[in-house]
């Protein structure tokens, strides 16, 4: 079969970095990372990053010209060689110098670098090369004479390490063997300087290119000792050579200021480039990746030429195709075992026996299976040549710039222009498409679709009518195996639209722009897809953000993160697995079950019978993603039933209000953070018991506080002050202690901690009695201190009982501190407010008691309180709070007999009638009678209402001993456990503490 004559290389040339610079004498870049080394002539060195376009390291190495230079990427290193015949090693990390020494007896013109050995190469200006090993030293290995003038390059053999070429201005190409002194043989042929050498680094060509001053390009058979091909076109000298690792390219460089791009196979001129930087000095290609770089006389540009991915297909049975240049070789998954299968794990390098199929007439860039496999098409140097998939025998070919296959296996069409389109059947020629637009690209299917800057065209392929144009800008179109759903992917989006067949089948109002109903709008997202294809319903892409996701039902799930860019193969039913291949032809996989992605499609289409039954075969290990995908939709109560991961099953039950289960899971956790989480979901419902359990599990005593002031259980504040004492907490304790009234813990902890002077001061204010002691403290510690400050401190201290004079009223206040620890033994009804400290006179209150009798002091000073007779049953209570911060009006004090002792307030006699119903209340030994004033009922409730016009105090809780189911009852002590809270610890409402379950917080007081 003849082939077409041969197009030209169609390949794009992107610009991805032109950075100025004094003139730079070698380039280099790095394999891993996107940087590009500069050698310049001012002495330094520069690295680039070729994709920021931002200068990352800079060297300052000499005061004369650097050369050469070269990454060691196995070391960290850059290997530099200048004008000073020294070389010098840095460390590109660090930007420390490792080593320096003098090399050669002229300029250094070249250095290599040995890929596997410890071996640097330099050539000069005093015609030797040498070889220098790091290991040792940097020793001399060995020294190569030979040239009879500069040697300007060195360029080592990709087949055969052990050899290597150089190029010199004596006008030969010498090549050389490791451990022999003189050359192999010598390539003689130019008729000025040789400048530069390179190898090819296919496999079937033994060649060498070189350039010299005679302005021509020489490519030589170095097992001939031929030339076989001489490229003229330069104007100049050639200063750089190079036959690109990866594209059929030479690359060539002269000081006339171009480089241009040669056929490696047929040698015809495709491109010349000028960036306007004057001359050419050096051109480096990048092994494994289409990246160049380019040394000018004003700066340095790194290329992207053609495109990275690799040409590559799979068919539907697992055999995968792939091009290594024009190389066809195969691999089938089918050879791997099911336990093979079974043991690799995700992003693992599939083990692959490859088989050569053969080679292509051209170059292909792109290869596509058809929709049974029984055929493959090459397409590449603006031709196609469709072969039989398994033996690579020629079925058709023709001129093309892109071929695109139709469901229909033996349908194809190829674009001819960028305006023309011809659509094939059997290999023969069925329709033409000419477009008014400039295309693009097509893309195949079950539709055709031409591609423009601005425009979507789907034409059907029988007969070639246009099914619908859509204004948008696409890059690429992919079908669903059914032919229902297609995605449209742009530069920034894709949207996934959904075909109606039936409409266009019956359509009979055709506009200009096609059928309107042919497509619907499904969703759009904004991910930046790079390859992709469809399992049912479920699209699965790659993106430049280097992740493996699927799209289905709106929403998108992550499969994996990768270290480097993939392009997708296809999906293995049977192995439950999505293939994909890296540029280096690497096959690697990512477990993704079809139930999964079948029940997932299931609930889109809200087939819930259909789901169910599905959900069975799915494993495990795999339901807690379809959870997390049930959750999405909104179907929460579902994910909990499915998920098996319990911080999402505790997440879901919080959000349903499901505290039961919620509960059941953070006990299985007794995690810190479940408890705090569960505390507040609990809250937010008034379960206040379980509130209250979950912040004593967490340890979470502020919480823990608010709850119990707010529900005003004296238990919990005083298991609270022991346990928070215990944690450290000293703040919480203490306020914990001080809200119950226990002025005595509080001292405690004030001295336990060393805040003696604290505890002085609130000794004073609180419990005079106890500033004796707690100032000897103060003056024994400040006198064990050195300081003499600290000393005259403790001197200074004044007791009160010594310096009477210094403390008026302190024996009055010894009076009144034993008064109120005794009236606070009293029990306060739940329908009186007790009264804050600033509405209270407590020396008034006293004098009033003592008067009425009911007060005695014995000789050392302490409160006695006095029964009064049964039949006059009224009670001694402070004044009832005002709406105003005023005290309260003072009423004429009269004998009163009580049968327990009470708060002192005014006494006034109160109706029979009232007293009966309080003694029903409050029981025969818990009594508090009180007659209304005008401003309260006959309940001692105050018509007024609560307006709080001051902070709180620290006795808005009783003291301890009060029975009052007004605040909370106090029970005998219990015994605290060490690492657990209970419901008990908020009152048992038998006892008479108060039942939080009778709480309704909804109503208003």
């Known amino acids: 079969m003849m082939l077409p004559p041969r197009m030209p290389l169609r390949l794009d040339v992107k610009r991805k970095l032109l950075a100025r610079s004094d003139r730079v004498k070698c380039v280099d870049l790095h394999p891993t990372e996107t940087w590009l080394l500069a050698a310049l002539y001012n002495g330094n060195v520069h690295i680039w990053n070729y994709e920021t376009q931002t200068l990352v390291k800079s060297f300052e190495v000499c005061d004369v010209p650097v050369r050469a230079a070269k990454f060691v990427p196995r070391k960290s290193w850059v290997v530099t060689g200048s004008d000073d015949m020294h070389i010098r090693i840095f460390n590109y990390n660090t930007l420390e110098r490792v080593h320096q020494f003098e090399a050669h007896s002229d300029y250094l013109r070249s250095l290599v670098v040995h890929p596997t050995l410890p071996y640097v190469i330099s050539s000069s200006d005093d015609m030797l090369v040498k070889m220098w090993d790091w290991d040792n030293k940097w020793a001399m290995k060995q020294s190569f004479e030979g040239h009879t003038h500069y040697v300007m390059q060195i360029a080592i053999n990709p087949k055969d390490n052990n050899t290597f070429a150089t190029a010199s201005l004596d006008k030969t190409v010498k090549v050389w063997q490791f451990g022999s002194n003189v050359p192999n043989f010598t390539l003689e042929g130019h ?19 070189s350039g010299a001053d005679d302005h021509l390009v020489k490519i030589w058979d170095y097992q ?48 010349t480039l000028n960036y306007g930087l004057e001359r050419v000095w050096c051109i480096q290609a990048q092994k494994g990746a289409n990246t160049v770089a380019i040394g000018y006389d004003e700066g340095s540009v790194t290329l992207k030429l053609g495109r990275e991915e690799p040409a590559v297909s799979m068919d539907s049975s697992g055999k995968i195709l792939w091009a290594k240049h024009s190389e066809i070789q195969q691999a089938n998954l089918k050879t791997i075992s099911a336990e093979e299968s079974e043991a690799i794990q995700d992003g693992e390098r599939l083990p692959l026996s490859v088989k050569d199929l053969g080679s292509s007439e051209i170059y292909p860039q792109t290869l596509a299976h058809s929709s049974n496999g029984r055929f493959v098409v090459a397409c590449g140097d603006g031709e196609y040549i469709v072969y039989t998939a398994m033996a690579l025998r020629n079925k058709d070919f023709g001129q093309g710039l892109e071929f695109v296959w139709a469901v229909d296996p033996n349908m194809f069409a190829v674009r001819e222009s960028a305006t023309n389109v011809k659509i094939k059947k059997n290999f023969k020629d069925h329709k033409s498409i000419r477009s008014d637009m400039v295309l693009e690209g097509i893309s195949g299917g079950p539709l055709l679709a031409l591609r423009s800057t601005n425009s979507l065209c789907f034409f059907d392929w029988e007969s070639a009518v246009l099914v619908r144009r859509i204004e948008i800008t696409s890059k690429n179109i992919y079908w669903s195996d059914n032919g229902e759903m297609v995605a449209i992917c742009g530069d920034e989006s894709f949207y996934v639209l959904k075909y109606n067949a039936d409409a266009v089948a019956s359509a009979t109002d055709v506009t200009e722009d096609g059928i309107e109903d042919a497509f619907e709008v499904i969703g759009e997202q904004t991910e930046v897809v790079k390859t992709g294809f469809w399992i049912g319903d479920c699209f699965i892409f790659t993106t430049a953000l280097n992740r493996i996701n699927y799209y289905v039902g709106g929403e998108i799930v992550t499969i994996a993160h990768v270290d480097r860019p993939l392009y997708l193969l296809g999906y293995m039913a049977k192995e439950s697995r999505v ?27 809200r087939d819930f019978d259909s789901a169910d039954k599905v959900l069975a075969t799915i494993p495990k290990e795999q339901r807690t993603r379809v959870a997390h995908f049930l959750e999405k939709q909104g179907f929460k109560k579902q994910a909990l039933a499915v998920s098996q991961d319990p911080d999402h099953r505790f997440d879901l039950a919080v959000a349903l209000g499901d505290l039961k289960t919620a509960y059941d899971l953070a006990i299985q956790m007794d995690s810190e953070e479940k408890w705090k989480a569960l505390s507040n979901a609990a809250t937010l419902k008034s379960e206040l018991m379980l509130a209250g359990e979950c912040l004593g599990r967490a340890r979470d005593y502020g919480g823990l506080m608010l709850l119990a002031t707010c529900a005003g259980s004296a238990p919990l504040l005083q298991k609270l002050s022991v346990e ?9 304790s203490f306020l914990s202690s001080l809200l119950l009234g226990d002025i005595d813990s509080c001292l405690d902890k004030l001295i336990a901690t060393g805040r003696l002077p604290e505890a002085a001061f609130l000794a004073r204010t609180h419990a005079p009695s106890r500033v004796q002691s707690i100032l000897d403290l103060w003056k024994n510690k400040a006198s064990s201190h050195s300081e003499k400050s600290s000393k005259k401190i403790g001197e200074s201290l004044a007791d009160p009982v010594k310096y009477e004079n210094l403390f008026p009223g302190f024996a009055e206040s010894l009076k009144r501190e034993s008064f109120i620890r005794e009236i606070s033994k009293i029990p306060v009804p739940a329908n009186v407010r007790v009264p804050s400290v600033a509405n209270r006179n407590v020396e008034q209150e006293l004098e009033e008691a003592v008067a009425s009798g009911v007060v005695s002091f014995t000789e050392d000073g302490q409160a006695v309180l006095k029964n009064a007779p049964p039949s006059e049953k009224q009670q001694l209570k402070a004044p009832a709070p005002q709406v105003a911060r005023q005290p ?44 209304p004033n005008e401003e309260e009922d006959a309940f001692g409730t105050s018509k007024t209402p609560d307006v709080v016009l001051e902070t709180s105090r620290p006795d808005i809780v009783p003291p301890r001993g009060s029975t009052a189911p007004d605040v909370v009852s106090a029970p005998a002590p219990q015994e605290v456990q060490e690492d657990r809270w209970s419901d008990d610890d908020f009152g048992d409402a038998e006892n008479g503490d108060l039942n939080m379950d009778d709480l309704n917080l909804d109503e208003e007081d």
């Open 724 to 732: 928070s004492a215990a944690a450290e907490s000293h703040n919480i």
């Open 579 to 605: 293939y994909a291949v890296d540029k280096d032809l690497n096959v690697i996989s990512y477990k993704l079950l079809l139930s999964v992605l079948e029940y997932q499609t299931a609930v889109m289409r």
């Open 191 to 209: 008729e000025k300087g040789v400048n530069c050498v390179d190898y090819y680094h296919g496999g079937e060509k033994p060649y060498i290119i």
């Open 224 to 271: 001939n000792k031929t030339c076989v091909q001489t490229l003229d076109g330069h104007a100049q000298n050639v200063s750089s050579v190079c036959f690109h690792p990866e594209l059929p390219l030479i690359i060539t460089g002269s000081e006339d200021s171009t480089v241009r791009l040669w056929h490696a196979n047929t040698y015809r001129l495709e491109t």
């Open 888 to 931: 309260s009006p003072v009423r004429e004090p009269s004998p009163v007999p009580v049968r327990e002792p009470t708060p002192v307030r005014e006494p006034t006699p109160e109706p029979a009638q009232y007293e009966e119903e309080e003694e029903e209340e409050f029981g025969d030994n818990q009594e508090e009678i009180h007659v």
